[in-house]
T-cell receptor, first 113, second 114 residues
């Protein structure tokens, strides 16, 4: 089945130690999104790619970066995680021009010690 | 810009009883509306969406929602809930252009009591 895959499902890192979360998709969608969801809160869009074009949300901290080496893969890099970055990170995809139909991965829960 | 309000943060309901989860939105332009469900430690799954046309939208798992433009509401309903419906439910809104993003509400936690 076509799907969105996130690895790992759980990630533990230390305060200030860089961490990378990965997302892959078999849907061949042009658009990939990264959301941050803190406990008991709504998902918040961090950034998205239209193909290789990167679109950062204005309030996304500089500590968060992203890479998309090809259509299938997208990475979220947190350069110096703080305690406040502990959250569920959700990857989603859509076809270009169809942001209304997004397919979500299962998420990666990040714990910062 | 759009915003979403979900008036109830938690809704307990007995098994086989009906449920309504309330959602109101604010927007200066025409919108798309969505309901997503999130089970514990999982991603979001689309329940249903309103794009245009009939204001009554039917989704998966027996859920439906009605778009009311005059009241700027998009309430979610199910006539008889099951234990397996226990989850977090998010209402969401977006504009209709490809540059618009989806804005999620704060969520409603539905607990089905046996």
């Amino acid at each position: 089945d076509a799907m969105v895959i996130q690895n790992p499902r759980y990630q533990v890192t230390q305060f200030g130690k860089p961490v990378t979360l990965s997302c892959s998709q078999t849907l061949n969608h042009n658009v990939m999104y990264w959301y941050q969801q803190k406990s008991s809160q709504a998902p918040k869009l961090l950034f998205h790619y239209y193909d290789k074009d990167f679109n950062n949300e204005a309030d996304t901290p500089d500590n968060f970066q992203s890479r998309r080496p090809n259509t299938s893969f997208c990475f979220l890099d947190i350069r110096s995680p703080g305690l406040g970055d502990a959250a569920m990170y959700l990857c989603a995809t859509s076809r270009r021009g169809h942001h209304e139909t997004q397919y979500f991965g299962p998420g990666t829960r990040l714990l910062v010690l | 810009a759009q915003s979403v309000t979900q008036l109830d943060s938690q809704v307990p309901v007995f098994e086989e009883a009906p449920v309504e989860l309330r959602c109101n939105y604010s927007s200066s332009v025409s919108v798309y509306l969505f309901w997503y469900v999130q089970y514990p430690n999982q991603g979001l799954q689309l329940l249903l969406k309103y794009l245009s046309g009939s204001t009554l939208v039917k989704g998966i798992n027996g859920f439906e929602a009605e778009f009311n433009k005059s009241q700027t509401s998009f309430h979610l309903r199910k006539p008889s809930v099951h234990i397996s419906d226990t989850a977090e439910y998010f209402c969401a809104v977006s504009g209709k252009t490809s540059y618009d993003k989806v804005i999620f509400g704060p969520g409603t936690s539905l607990s089905v009591i046996p």
